[in-house]
């Protein structure tokens, strides 16, 4: 789908009890804005809308993040954030390491259920920390 579709989603988004939103927009905004970047949105409503970045570069990946808005309960939508683990250093262990979780590869996926400026930049820096590492690979 096109991004297109994506925005009209944001725009359609009127209730955020979480508070998630801003972040979402904030890190969309971050991946426009690096070179080199594919951007695709799936949108599956009820389950979730999915941005999927991948560096023009990469040869043997289709992505080098997801950015998914979980829509379970549109209410109460949360955001989850998945890297191959490869990609992306956590010093902290702050993300849940799951086996096989990106395309069958192992992964490093951050639940957001609330917003948190502390987050947001340790997304923000790992977003760009993946986008280098894909560019290799």
Known sequence: MPESDLKA???AWDTD?????????KMYACLAGLE???????GRPGISHSLRARHKAQKNRPLFVLVDIIDDAPEERWLSVCFYADLVSDPQNSGDL???????EDARCFDIDEPDEEVLDRMLAMLCEAHARAALQ
Do not use: I, S, T, W
Not at 36 to 42: F, Q, R, T
């Open 9 to 11: 989603f944001l725009a």
């Open 17 to 25: 009890h979480k508070g998630v939103k801003p972040l979402f927009e």
């Open 36 to 42: 080199n970047v594919e951007l695709e949105y799936k």
């Open 98 to 104: 799951v086996p096989g979780g990106l395309m069958g």
